[in-house]
């Protein structure tokens, strides 16, 4: 898989955008173990944002509980952390040159992927050349008001999964996200499934279109895109 590339995008938001501006961002671990997983088959790997610049972490995905041994790796690894640093604006990609498309999550996406027309028309357009996309947890919603060229929503009638709306009240934020991302993706017709359990890992293959539900999802998501890419 030495010739394949992938782009993956993380959010540049960094507030629940409340009264008193509680900071968010990338949740840490859907960047690494997606990374780790294509990075071991020789997958190149560009990281974009959809602004560019300087990508905000979101502290609670470096807490205690949540901050596991492998991305602990990366995150005290100075020059994967570089990369976040100043990534490359979403305008610089050409679509074409990419196999894979990926987005993160973390609630800071909830804001700066739903509404950007121009992650709307990448997606779109890699997803109609035959190319794979794949999302996890608040990353999905990159995909909930992607329109196909026929104007159908891209999730329309397609299997799929996200970060459930019950959830939200477990990590304690329920009363700060803009909008239920779980009714949302239900609204624009995609068949929607959770794991039986909160928090439990989950990921749906339809096809090209890969998702991931949380972030215990994240390394299922990132395999399910590899064997997909095999059998391609």
């Not at 090209?208 to 999802?217: A, E, F, K, M, V």
Request: glycine share 10%; charged share 25%.
């Amino acid at each position: 898989m030495k010739n394949y590339k992938a782009l993956v995008v993380v959010t540049n938001h960094s507030s629940f955008e409340n009264s008193k501006a509680e900071p968010t961002g990338l949740w840490l671990s859907e960047l690494t173990h997606f990374y780790d997983e294509l990075d071991k088959e020789g997958i190149h790997i560009d990281i974009v944002s959809p602004k560019g610049g300087k990508v905000p972490i979101d502290g609670r995905s470096l807490g205690r509980f949540t901050l596991d041994k492998a991305t602990k790796k990366r995150y005290e690894d100075r020059e994967f952390m570089a990369l976040l640093e100043d990534t490359k604006p979403l305008s610089s990609v050409d679509w074409r040159d990419f196999d894979i498309l990926y987005f993160a999550g973390g609630h800071g996406a909830m804001w700066d992927f739903s509404g950007n027309g121009e992650l709307h028309t990448l997606t779109r357009k890699m997803y109609e050349d035959g190319k794979i996309v794949s999302a996890v947890c608040h990353g999905v919603a990159a995909l909930q008001n992607v329109r196909l060229s026929n104007g159908d929503y891209l999730i329309k009638g397609r299997k799929g999964t996200g970060f459930p709306y019950f959830d939200e009240a477990i990590a304690g934020v329920k009363s700060l996200v803009p909008y239920n991302l779980e009714k949302t993706l239900k609204d624009r017709g995609m068949v929607y499934s959770k794991a039986l359990f909160p928090l439990m890992g989950h990921a749906v293959v339809d096809g090209r279109l890969i998702t991931g539900q949380n972030p215990n999802s994240t390394t299922k998501t990132a395999k399910a895109v590899l064997q997909v890419m095999d059998n391609s």
